[in-house]
């Protein structure tokens, strides 16, 4: 009986550790999702890869720099600069059907976009290179999934090169005034994009 009890015991111990370091790994992992979001304090000078931490950021009293301007093309064709949504909080996000990280944060996108498409201006852009990604292969993705938020297609590769994107995902956030508040790089999750979101709806 007492050997059984022992047994017992030592079970739910384990259980009990196994808990607390699953919710140890959730939170380090929260933290480490939030650390990815940077304060842009800084212009990005072109060809600098996308997201990267300033480590001499100023402090947040330093005006923040204009977010660079740029041409895409919406699903008609049309032409769309960044600088026409000047006046309405923007969400920039550079990614690719081929890029796994990118399409695992894409159903976040959505819901995002669902809660808070009203107020901000989501910018989906695909970086159409036409050789590694088409018009046809990023639609056909987009179409598949039955996403619905704004997709833009960067054709030209000028919102690449506005802000030196060398890595993707990259997702930037920009201001009702035409400022960048804050950049990432790689995939992020849905709570440290809301937070993205909440410094550019404050």
């Known amino acids: 009986m007492k050997k059984n009890l022992k047994w017992i015991v030592l079970a739910l111990l384990l259980v009990a550790l196994i808990a607390a370091a699953g919710g140890l790994y959730d939170s380090l992992k929260d933290k480490v999702e939030l650390s990815n979001l940077v304060a842009a304090a800084t212009p990005i000078p072109t060809g600098e890869p ?3 931490p ?9 005006p923040r720099p204009a977010a660079p301007d740029f041409t895409v093309y919406d699903g008609q064709g049309n032409a769309v600069r960044l600088s026409s949504f000047v006046g309405k909080p923007v969400v920039v996000n550079f990614w690719a059907s081929w890029c796994g990280p990118c399409k695992s944060e894409m ?3 959505q ?3 669902e809660q808070y498409g009203d107020g901000v201006q989501f910018m989906i852009v695909n970086m159409t290179d036409g050789r590694q990604e088409t018009l046809e292969s990023a639609r056909a993705y987009i179409d598949k999934q039955g996403f619905t938020f704004p997709v833009y297609y960067d054709t030209d590769v000028d919102a690449a090169m506005a802000y030196g994107v060398s890595a993707i995902p990259a997702t930037y956030f920009i201001a009702a005034d035409g400022s960048l508040t804050a950049r990432a790089s790689g995939a992020i999750s849905l709570a440290t994009l809301k937070k993205g979101l909440s410094m550019i709806m404050e």
């Open 107 to 109: 159903p976040d996108f």
């Open 54 to 62: 300033d480590a001499t950021a100023a402090p947040t009293a330093t």
């Open 111 to 113: 819901k995002a976009w």
């Open 50 to 52: 996308a997201g990267e």
